[in-house]
């Protein structure tokens, strides 16, 4: 009936998208340049740079300071959720193994990991808010718009807002992206032109997210001693 429809009308779109995607390159590229191949390489690399230093250095950093653990213990225990993470691009999948790992391996309480961990695969993204910035910064270059300091401090506080609610399955960042570009009066089809690379930045971001809900459950089990178990 109507959902074997929709499940056909869904595998014909995966399908295609690759030859999308490759198509809305070109027309991209044929547009403004080859500089735009180089630029995205450029991009590409400053996102990842981003992502490690939040995950390798900040995060740690929180996780000892403020959570009164060992940064090689908690990704030692945090290991098994961020490869799951990583390869499944969906912190939403990711879900079942990260209440485990925090559970049974990094010892949280029950209580805490349970009510931290499941608001923060709706709402605490880091990497989706770093992702969708640089993203934005990036296509305004390309197009030669320069913003001023009030508008990237809008850019901030709508990435920030907007990492908020992004759906935590492969690509949830993407629509945020291109309203955040319509505020810019920039054509959300530009987004087209991260299309390429971002199947592999959205492994690395929700990575990141997956690890900050993590870390914050950490922090939280830290400072909240009377929800541990009696």
Same mark, same amino acid.
């Given at each position: 009936?109507?959902? $074997?429809?929709?499940?056909?009308?869904?595998?014909? *779109?995966?399908?295609?998208?690759?030859?999308? /995607?490759?198509?809305?390159?070109?027309?991209?590229?044929?547009? +403004?340049?080859?500089?735009?191949?180089?630029?995205?390489?450029? +991009? =590409?690399?400053? /996102?990842?740079?981003?992502?490690?230093?939040?995950?390798? *250095?900040?995060?740690? #950093?929180?996780?000892?300071?403020?959570?009164?653990?060992?940064? #090689?213990?908690?990704?030692?225990?945090? $290991? $098994? !959720?961020?490869? %799951?993470?990583?390869?499944?691009?969906?912190?939403?999948? %990711?879900?079942?193994?990260? @209440?485990? *790992?925090? $559970?049974?391996?990094?010892?949280?309480?029950?209580?805490?990991?349970?009510?931290?961990?499941? &608001?923060?695969?709706?709402?605490?993204?880091?990497?989706?808010?770093?992702?969708?910035?640089?993203?934005?910064?990036?296509?305004?270059?390309?197009?030669? @718009?320069?913003?001023?300091?009030?508008?990237?401090?809008?850019?901030?506080?709508?990435?920030? *807002?907007?990492?908020?609610?992004?759906?935590?399955?492969?690509?949830?960042?993407?629509? /945020?992206?291109?309203? &955040?570009?319509?505020? #810019?009066?920039?054509?959300?089809?530009?987004?087209?032109?991260?299309?390429?690379?971002?199947?592999?930045?959205?492994?690395?971001?929700?990575?990141?997210?997956? %690890?900050?809900?993590? =870390?914050?459950?950490?922090?939280?089990?830290?400072?909240?001693?009377?929800?541990?178990? !009696?």
């Amino acid at each position: 009936g109507l959902l $074997e429809l929709l499940m056909k009308l869904m595998e014909v *779109v995966i399908q295609l998208t690759p030859y999308a /995607v490759t198509a809305l390159m070109f027309t991209m590229i044929a547009r +403004y340049g080859l500089g735009v191949l180089e630029g995205l390489g450029k +991009y =590409a690399g400053c /996102v990842i740079g981003a992502i490690a230093v939040h995950m390798f *250095v900040v995060l740690p #950093l929180w996780v000892r300071f403020m959570g009164g653990m060992s940064p #090689l213990v908690f990704f030692k225990g945090s $290991e $098994e !959720a961020i490869i %799951t993470a990583f390869s499944t691009s969906s912190s939403t999948a %990711t879900l079942p193994t990260t @209440l485990k *790992v925090a $559970e049974e391996n990094l010892k949280l309480p029950s209580k805490v990991a349970r009510f931290v961990i499941t &608001i923060g695969a709706s709402v605490n993204h880091h990497g989706s808010a770093l992702f969708e910035g640089l993203t934005v910064l990036f296509i305004a270059q390309c197009f030669g @718009l320069d913003l001023g300091l009030g508008q990237q401090l809008a850019v901030i506080g709508l990435c920030i *807002v907007g990492a908020m609610g992004v759906a935590g399955v492969p690509a949830g960042s993407l629509p /945020v992206i291109a309203v &955040i570009l319509g505020y #810019l009066n920039l054509p959300p089809e530009a987004i087209g032109i991260i299309l390429g690379v971002d199947r592999f930045l959205d492994m690395c971001r929700t990575a990141l997210n997956v %690890t900050g809900d993590l =870390a914050t459950a950490v922090v939280v089990a830290k400072r909240s001693p009377e929800l541990a178990p !009696a």
